[in-house]
């Protein structure tokens, strides 16, 4: 074992205290928006997921105050994104003179995608970002998004709030399966000086505590999700940044065939849970 390898990992160790008293499991808790909406937080494992037993969403590892948040809609607020978003979903934009609803009419007609991205499409893996930015640039003739813009995460956020409450449905064969083989690869590669993967946290250590904040399994069934630490709505990209950087290596930027394809593979661990965006994390 190299030294910078043996420093990483005790980094690791002492911030998240591995032992009985630094274990904090996912708590029992259910989640129903607005008393309504039984959301599925803990399902058996997909079984390409074969390192783990069951699967939890993230909110069950959040502190109670920012579960009641994401429990109701008038306290969530990520849905103050999803307003100006279904505002901007009827705005006429570009030279075509068209809005959203000028070819989708209403955007209850999604209901039922989220659940299946991302996809492979004639050869690429596809997200939300894409589809939007097409519509727009394509059809609309208008300028496309940046992709952690508002306006982009808010439109990501009303399309799949469409399908909040069914369950993930990630294909993983067929044209999916080089694309997620190699998201599958990077989620157990070691980066940066600290030499961590993904799974060294939401794997090995999901229910142990890091500084101050509690480890999930990094199930992304709720993004874009509104991060209290950032006062935003944040797509997984900026999550995947922000993970990869935090091992102290130059990282991958939103929207690259890296990161698309490491949300597939992602999203994948995730079959079986609710959509939940848009969620509130800490």
């Known amino acids: 074992m190299n030294l910078q390898y043996a420093l990483g990992i005790a980094g690791l160790t002492l911030a998240v205290g591995i032992g009985t008293a630094a274990f904090a499991g996912p708590d029992e808790d259910k989640l129903v928006i607005n008393d309504v909406i039984e959301m599925i937080t803990e399902a058996p494992a997909p079984e ?140 157990y590669t070691r980066y940066g000086q600290l030499e961590l993967s993904c799974a060294n946290c939401h794997e090995d250590n999901y229910g142990n505590m890091i500084r101050a904040d509690h480890l999930s399994q990094g199930q992304i069934n709720g993004f874009p999700t509104y991060r209290l630490k950032q006062a935003k709505l944040i797509s997984v990209h900026n999550r995947f940044k922000g993970c990869i950087r935090d091992t102290r290596a130059e990282t991958f930027k939103e929207g690259s065939d890296e990161f698309k394809a490491l949300e597939l593979y992602v999203a994948s661990r995730g079959n079986g849970l609710s959509v939940e965006t848009p969620a509130v994390r800490q």
């Open 48 to 187: 390409h997921v074969k390192q783990l037993g069951t699967i939890y969403s993230g909110w069950r590892f959040r502190t109670d105050d920012t579960q009641a948040l994401e429990a109701d809609d008038f306290s969530n607020p990520a849905m103050l994104a999803v307003d100006a978003a279904a505002e901007a979903f009827s705005k006429v934009e570009g030279e075509a003179g068209k809005s959203c609803a000028s070819c989708h009419e209403d955007v209850s007609k999604f209901k039922g995608l989220a659940p299946s991205m991302p996809k492979v499409v004639d050869g690429k893996v596809v997200v939300f970002e894409d589809m939007i930015n097409s519509c727009r640039t394509n059809n609309m003739k208008a300028e496309a998004w940046k992709w952690n813009s508002d306006e982009m995460q808010g439109m990501v956020a009303l399309i799949k709030n469409q399908s909040r409450g069914m369950p993930v449905n990630v294909t993983i064969d067929g044209d999916a399966k080089p694309f997620w083989e190699k998201g599958k690869e990077m989620y």
